[in-house]
């Protein structure tokens, strides 16, 4: 007797979901939340990011271990990524280890003090774990939790200025990340500039893609 397939399986529904989406920056292509997160089963891009070290949907997300979060505090780094993370409308600060002995002879109530600037006056959010496999953990229940494609880096701003909604437009072309778009910006001046660009002006920056850059702006919405 032929076997008949279970439609209510729980096995098969599983094989089609989606995997979670994970963009990880690539100087984080060493640590060990990648592969952990590969563990439980999310697919993980790496691309170069010029703010935070992950990306889960339009949340970015900074991730700094014990003894680098606070060098970076020292350094002022951390304070220059921390505004910078502070232009996107949703970010989050992962501070990773925070049970561990700290290298750093700092008072604790300056630490303190820090962390509550974090989250008063800079408001962005902060989750301390304990290890890179509690990180992955909550990396991927965001991305489970946020249904969202995660593939675009087309972060929402708070409050963006007139380059940032030319490079926000610019980014919605194929091809076209915020390096490309910004450089398009520098060569150009404007967005009225870049459009009446003949193909050859684009190839400099675009390449191969210049044709297909123009090709979408004569493109009729019919």
């Known amino acids: 007797m032929k076997e008949i397939n279970n ?12 995997k979670p989406k994970i963009i990880a920056d690539v100087h984080e292509k060493n640590s060990l939340v990648i592969s952990e997160l ?51 409308e949703k970010s989050l600060l992962i501070i990773e280890n925070y049970e561990s002995e700290p290298e750093i002879n700092l008072n604790p109530n300056c630490i303190k003090g820090f962390i509550m600037s974090i989250l008063l006056e800079y408001k962005i959010p902060i989750i301390f774990t ?55 910006q520098k060569k150009f001046g404007s967005l009225k500039n870049i459009i009446n660009a003949n193909e050859k002006e684009l190839e400099e920056i675009l390449g191969k893609k210049s044709k297909e850059f123009i090709d979408l702006l004569a493109m009729n919405a019919a």
């Not at 399986?9 to 989606?18: A, G, I, M, R, V």
């Not at 489970?144 to 909604?165: A, D, F, M, V, Y």
């Open 130 to 184: 304990r290890d890179s496999k509690e990180t992955a953990d909550y990396l991927y229940l965001l991305a489970k939790k946020t249904k969202k494609s995660c593939q675009s880096l087309r972060i929402k701003l708070r409050h963006p200025g007139k380059k940032e909604k030319i490079q926000y437009i610019l980014e919605g072309f194929p091809g076209v990340g915020p390096i490309t778009a910004k450089k398009l």
């Open 38 to 88: 590969m563990g439980l089963g999310a697919e993980v891009e790496k691309k170069k990011l010029e703010v935070g070290d992950y990306i889960v949907n339009d949340v970015i997300i900074e991730r700094k271990t014990l003894p680098d979060f606070l060098s970076s505090m020292i350094s002022k780094r951390l304070q220059y990524q921390l505004q910078n993370m502070q232009k996107n």
């Open 7 to 18: 439609i209510f399986d729980n096995s098969e529904t599983q094989k089609l979901e989606e």
